[in-house]
C-alpha cells in the first residue's frame, strides 16, 4: 500500500510514521516538495506518485496567527483538502483528513455528535470546517473520503501544551491557566493508530464519512496543567512544579476566541472500529515518560 503523508514533520505526522505498518511505503514530501498553500501542487504530487491512500495531517495550526492570515490559513486547511478530494476523482486514490473540534462553536454541555452542524467561532475553525465543506463537495464517490475530528493533540515532540507547561513548571512559581475551557486531550500516537485502523479497515464503505477520535475523559486546561505538573515531579523530569492558578478565559485574552466546550462524541467511531481509547491521563503519562527518554538520549 502507498500512502501520500502531508504534516510528517507535525505531531501527528511523526506518530503516522513510527507506527508504519508493514507492507506500508510512505511518501513524505518536505515543504519544498510540496507548500500546501499551492492548490495545484497538491494535486500534481497526488497525480505523480499515485498513492492508494492520501492522509492529510498537514495543516495552519496557529489558532491566533490565523485570525491575521486568513488567506493563507483557508490555503492550507480548506483549498488543499479540497485539491486532494479532487486527486481522488482523477486517480484510484482514498483521502483520509484530519479536522478539529474548533468546527463547533462550544456552546453545548454534551459532546458534539458527527451529524451535528459545524459553527466556527474563528478564522481557523473556520478554515478547517471550509475544507470539510469542499471535501464533501468535490469528492465524486462518497466512498473515497474520511473526515477524522480529533482535539487537544498532545506528544513528546514538536510543539505543544505539555511541552511548553513542562517548560513553565520549572520556570515559575505560579501558572495562570484556563479553567473553564472543556476537552480532551489526545495522544498522537494513540491517534495515529486509529488512523491507521481507518486506513485498512476491511469495508471501507461500512464506515461513515465523518468519524470523532479523542482520549476518553474529561480536562479543563487547568486539569491538564495540574496533572503534566504532578507526572513531571513523579517520573523526575522537573525539580519542582508551579502553583497553577484557576484563570478564567474573560482574564487571559487572545486573538482568537476559544469554544468552551469542545468534548466529541466518539462512540460510534469506537464501535465501528472496534477500538476504544484510554483515560487521557494514561496516555499523559505514557507521552511524559517517552519524553524523558528522548531527554535522556540527548544527554547521552
Ligand atoms: N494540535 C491540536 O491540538 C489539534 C487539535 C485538533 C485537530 N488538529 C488537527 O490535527 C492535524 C494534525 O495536527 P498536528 O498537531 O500534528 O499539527 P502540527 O504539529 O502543527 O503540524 C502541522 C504540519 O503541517 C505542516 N504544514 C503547515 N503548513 C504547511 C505548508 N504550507 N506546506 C506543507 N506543510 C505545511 C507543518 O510543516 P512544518 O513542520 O514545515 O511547519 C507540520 O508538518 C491537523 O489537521 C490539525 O488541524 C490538531
Known sequence: ???????????LGQEIIKS????VEIFNPSRIQLDLSDYNSCIK?????????IINCGAYTQVDAAE?????????????????????????TKLLHISTDFVFDGEQNFPYKTSQKTNPINQYGYSKALGEELIKKKTKNEDNFKILR???VVSPNSKNFVLTMLKLHEQKDTLNVVSDQIGAPTSAKHLAETCWTIVNFR?????PNILHWSDAGVASWYDLAVAIG????????????????????????????????S????????????????????????????YSKIKRNELI
Open 263 to 290: 468534548l466529541l462524541d466518539s462512540q460510534k467511531t469506537c464501535e465501528i472500529l472496534d477500538v476504544y481509547p484510554n483515560h487521557w491521563r494514561m496516555n499523559l503519562l505514557e507521552i511524559m515518560i517517552e
Open 68 to 92: 491575521k492570515n486568513i488567506q493563507l490559513s483557508q490555503e492550507i486547511n480548506a483549498y488543499a483538502p479540497e485539491a486532494f478530494a479532487e486527486a481522488t476523482n482523477e486517480i484510484s
Open 20 to 23: 508504519k505498518p508493514i507492507g
Open 150 to 152: 480529533t482535539s487537544w
Open 230 to 261: 504532578e507526572i513531571g515531579i513523579e517520573l523526575g523530569i522537573l525539580n519542582k512544579k508551579a502553583y497553577v492558578n484557576p484563570i478564567k478565559t474573560i482574564n487571559y485574552p487572545t486573538p482568537a476566541k476559544r469554544p468552551k466546550y
Open 203 to 207: 469495508s471501507n464503505s461500512k464506515l
Open 45 to 53: 504530487i497526488a497525480r505523480d506518485y499515485k498513492p492508494d491512500w
Open 1 to 11: 500500500m502507498k500512502i501520500l503523508l502531508t504534516g510528517g514533520t507535525g505531531q
